[in-house]
């Protein structure tokens, strides 16, 4: 069930009665008030990235398959 309220001089105050019983354990959650705007979008990660992509130069073919070859020594794939 949901019910809707507000807070009042720091109480919970339901927008319609309920019958709900002493003790009748309830979760509470905060809803952003309705005149707040639409949230912030998040950027994807290509726009976040957009300032270092196609910056690396003269890499071999095979840098991404291989990179731990080229960082580290390891043999190659």
């Known amino acids: 069930m949901t019910y809707n309220g507000h807070v009042e001089k720091g109480m919970v105050v339901l927008d319609e009665p309920a019958a709900l019983a002493e003790g009748t354990r309830v979760r509470i959650e905060v809803l952003p008030a309705a005149d707040t ?30 990179h731990d070859h080229y960082l580290y020594g390891a043999p190659k794939r």
């Open 37 to 66: 705007a639409e949230p912030k979008r998040i950027p994807s990660l290509a726009e976040r990235l957009a300032p270092i992509i196609g910056k690396a130069k003269s890499l071999p073919e095979d840098a991404a398959e291989n």
